[in-house]
């Protein structure tokens, strides 16, 4: 059993079949799924979608490019969206210095709140990190995260920055970029990764592993992602697959 970590289930590019990709993702052995907010429209349908399908987990949050939109009644509404009992960590926040879409001085300031709201809410943080490493770790620990914990998703940094986020108590979340040719070095960093402390993801639509390139990801997919964590540990992809659904449902508390 496999269970996909960071999805955007809500996705419109997903209104035509949801129901039917969930269902084959089931087939594939996927047997559960966390959605993400992005920010408080996103962040209600993940809630929404969690109510519907005893399968599917939410995260609410405001994503780094989202930032700037943040008016004054969107925590005490996240505050509330967070009492729904399958609201399983608060996220993706971070920093993305790649596209800016929201400026770097806001990010920070948002991303410094919303750990603190976390903290409040006593939910583990999904993590969204882009060239901007050692900002990101230097708030993470300004803000005491350690309290809470939570996951880089996506994890696509530096060495360095793989065992600081462990050093902090930190899982780092795996996609379907480890397949990707060009990425050798990150690569190596899975080899360097202890098992206990890892994740599986797709981040569907986005991010399509090595052979579906070019097409819409979906949460099936997150099984290429397992097969190159097997591989890269020289382990079975059972074991990648006990391993990672443990350590996902002890950082959110999935039964
Ligand atoms: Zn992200
Ligand atoms: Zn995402």
Redesign the pocket.
Known sequence: MLIDT?T?LDDARYNDDRDAMIARAQNAGVSTFVT?G?DLSTSRSAVELAGRHSCVYATIGVHPHEVKHIADDWYDELRRLAQHDKVVAYG?IGLDYHYNHSPPTLQRERFREQVCLARELNLPIVI?TREAQDDTIAILKEERAAEVGGVF??FSGDAWLAKDALDLGFFLSFSGVITFQNATMLRDIVKTVPLDRMLIET?CP?LTPVPHRGKRNEPAHVRCVAEKIAELKAVTVEDIGNMTTRNAQRLFKIP
């Open positions: 960071h955007h993400i992005c993706e969204h998703h996506c981040d986005y």
